[in-house]
């Protein structure tokens, strides 16, 4: 999806596109592209937020906050390119939430290649830990979860909220509500719903350290690795997930839709199709995609 505003900033029979992939569910859309040391970025056009930058669609500079989970190269490298493109269409600095470790780092980076392009990369950096929430609108909140991965990393959860009236209050008018409310009695409490959830890289720990993940609509999860006879402790220590984690949490996942990612780059398309059919034929209920 192009935006007008968008569409000033580039012609597309000039730009040649990382590509990614586009997936509708319900009122929102998941977006982007995931594979282990290649790149990882994903944009929810809906949400107006995207999670980690490995590489930087034109149109993706439209989207006005970001939220990294880590700052390994693959998923980080396009945050220049992304600060330079917003200053050129004069869009209004953005909001770049990551872990806070690596906060100072960040602004350093910015720095760096300000003073290289002799100009500015305003930019809103945001430290987050685990736990955090962030207020985006009246409708949507942002949370943080620790996830376990060799270098300071986060996994996010986007929760829709909205405001019901206490049940105590149903039966009275709208006028006595009103009345309620203007002298200053809570009336209504909020009901969250975890939407979409983002673990980023990390061992299956973080996914079971933050029950939420699995009971968010959509769940976008890492597999990096699929193949029979891999070595568990080696996963652990660099902080990715198996196939075989998964299949030993199959009946913990509530999600209506799981986002299988990042696979590791030693293994083809048909290869990860296979291993993954081999143990979970029925693919979750039909629920599970592979994102390629
Ligand atoms: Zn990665
Ligand atoms: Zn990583």
Avoid at 178 to 183: V, Y
């Amino acid at each position: 999806m192009v935006n007008s505003q968008d569409e000033s900033l580039y012609n597309e029979d000039y730009i040649e596109q990382p590509g990614y992939r586009t997936v509708p569910y319900e009122h929102i859309t998941i977006e982007g592209h995931s594979r282990a040391a290649i790149q990882t970025f994903w944009r929810i056009p809906e949400y107006k937020l995207g999670f980690d930058m490995g590489a930087m669609p034109w149109e993706y500079a439209g989207v006005p906050r970001w939220f990294f989970s880590h700052m390994h190269m693959d998923h980080c490298l396009a945050l220049p390119a992304y600060l330079a493109r917003r200053r050129m269409a004069k869009m209004p600095p953005p909001d770049v939430y990551l872990p806070e470790e690596k906060v100072s780092e960040a602004r350093q980076l910015a720095g760096v290649f300000a003073r290289l392009d002799q100009g500015k990369l305003p930019c809103n950096f945001i430290g987050l830990r685990d736990g955090d929430t962030v207020e985006l609108s009246r409708e949507l909140v942002v949370t943080a979860s620790k996830t376990m991965h060799p270098v300071p990393s986060l996994g996010y959860i986007v929760w829709e909220r909205k405001k019901k009236l206490k049940p105590e209050y149903a039966s009275l008018s709208n006028d006595a509500i009103r009345n309620l409310s203007l002298s200053g009695t809570e009336v209504s409490r909020e009901l969250r719903h975890p939407k979409v959830a983002y673990l980023g890289d990390s061992s299956v720990e973080g996914l079971d350290y933050n029950p939420d993940f699995y009971r968010a609509d959509v769940l976008i999860v890492e597999m990096t690795f699929a193949s029979p006879g891999h070595r568990r402790d080696s996963l652990r220590r660099h902080g990715h997930i198996h196939l075989d984690d998964i299949v030993a949490r199959r009946d913990k996942f509530e999600n209506k839709l799981i986002i299988a990612s990042h696979f590791s780059v030693r293994y083809s398309d048909y290869q990860i199709e296979r291993f993954v059919r081999r143990q979970i034929p029925d693919m979750l209920d039909g629920r599970l995609i592979l994102w390629f």
